[in-house]
């Protein structure tokens, strides 16, 4: 239960560089591709980077990486990465590009070959980056500080990236993966785990139907025997198990957006450049491991060194949501759709619009009115095999399902020589809706 105030509540090869056209959301799109390396030490892989960049952002203050996992599709998944809404309004509100690689990984190619950096995965990020800074004219991106997403594989690089560029790393959420397990079986070269590691916060995130599962038990083991070891040395690192799903990530998105929000607004410094911020201890919350209450820290009877560590109160409380149903709730409306534009076409009438998802709930689909009455709702039928039903489906790995929607309507029932009032009402994924938003 609730307690406390809760209860109140270049060395590798530049391919190609492209500059993609603005979605109706706003904001840029950029792409680079590598070639692969036949050079020891440096990645035997090609990649692709997509980034995102919000519209009119003066100053990029950090990067929210959302790695995908091993194998082809995996790969192929995180290609329309960067175009997902929901991510793209956490990266905007904090000044930053959404950065999704796609590792060109086939059939056959091990998967440490990208997933353990030190192959030359690492390389080639770094390598990205500096690129990005010239080709997007914000030389600061090369430096920035970095948010870690990682499913599975993708979890398992950030576990190595967080020993080698502690400094650098504002936070990290473990989605059904780490390296840990695999470098203290020895599978793997083992890491020097220093202090400035220790003090990265993290979010370890496996699907309870892991456990004990013939293929993906490792991944809660894994990812438990890591919360353990690093919380002994009081390490703000947190377990979230998700009780709906196995290795898929599932709604996920809806505890690790607010946990990577509450680190970035404790971290990232008030002038770009400098040293990122400690975390903020006052402002955290405990829990027993596995248990259904969370208390102020200044509160917490139980065992610190084993309880779960989280940023503040409200990610506390998403938090006993979350890990209890595999969902958080939400009680705000999502905004509402912009530049609502009505044109006459062949006899038809095509609406278009702009639209940002909402930050707690995502988008799940818009209403079409017409004279103040509801006329059609797009899409008809949204979808998730992964999740709740969403404006973008989700894959395996939470990331959007090609071909993506547009915001675009045309209403084929309206009469020649008629004059109709048309508007459009966002509505988010707990089924709330936004003020309509007329068309000009």
């Known amino acids: 239960m609730l307690r406390g105030t809760m209860k109140t509540l270049a060395l590798l090869f530049l391919l190609c560089f492209a500059i993609v056209p603005n979605a109706p959301a706003g904001g840029s799109y950029f792409e680079v591709t590598y070639a692969p390396s036949t050079r020891t030490n440096e990645l035997q892989l090609g990649v692709t980077y997509r980034l995102w960049l919000p519209a009119n952002v003066k100053t990029v203050r950090g990067v929210i990486v959302h790695q995908h996992g091993c194998g082809v599709g995996s790969n192929k998944g995180a290609e329309p990465g960067a175009r997902d809404l929901h991510w793209q309004a956490l990266a905007k509100k904090w000044d930053c590009a959404l950065l999704v690689p796609a590792y060109h990984q086939g059939e056959k190619d091990n998967c440490r070959l990208w997933c353990d950096p030190r192959n030359g995965s690492n390389k080639t990020f770094l390598k990205c980056l500096v690129d990005f800074a010239a080709q997007t004219k914000h030389p600061e991106l090369a430096n920035a500080p970095w948010c870690l997403w990682g499913h599975s594989g993708g979890g398992f690089w950030a576990s190595l990236m967080q020993t080698m560029y502690p400094k650098r790393i504002v936070a990290i959420w473990f989605r059904s993966g780490t390296a ?10 083992r890491p020097e785990v220093t202090a400035a590691a220790m003090a990265v916060p993290a979010m370890c ?15 809660w083991t894994g990812t438990l025997d890591m919360f353990k070891a690093y919380r002994e040395q009081g390490a703000p690192i947190g377990f979230a198990p998700d009780p709906r799903t196995s290795h898929e990530t599932g709604d996920s998105r809806y505890m690790a957006i607010p946990f990577f929000d509450a680190c970035l607004a404790q971290r990232l410094p008030s002038r770009v450049g400098q040293p990122l911020r400690p975390v903020d201890m006052k402002q955290a919350w405990l829990a027993p491991l596995l248990g259904d209450e969370v208390q102020p820290a200044a509160e917490f009877s139980g065992n610190v060194k084993e309880s779960v560590w ?48 909402d930050f707690e709930s995502g988008l799940k689909a ?49 009469k020649p020589g008629e004059k109709h009032h048309y508007s459009v009402v966002a509505v988010n994924s707990v089924g709330l809706k936004s003020k309509p938003a007329a068309a000009r």
């Open 180 to 189: 840990f397990g695999a470098w203290v079986k020895g599978e793997v070269p």
């Open 205 to 219: 995130n496996p699907g309870v139907k892991e456990n004990g599962d013939k293929r993906f038990n490792g991944a």
């Open 310 to 357: 989280l940023p503040n109160a409200r990610v506390a409380k998403a938090w006993l949501e979350y890990t209890r149903i595999g969902e958080t709730a939400d009680t705000t409306p999502p905004p509402a759709p912009v530049n609502v534009k009505a044109v006459a076409k062949g006899g038809a009438v095509e609406l278009t619009w702009d639209a940002e998802a």
């Open 366 to 414: 818009f209403i079409i009115q017409r004279d103040g009455k509801d006329l059609a709702q797009l899409p008809e039928k949204p979808v998730n095999r992964f999740g709740r039903p969403l404006f973008q489906g989700m894959s395996y790995g939470d990331t959007p399902v090609a071909p993506l929607p547009e915001f675009r309507f045309t209403d084929t029932t309206a």
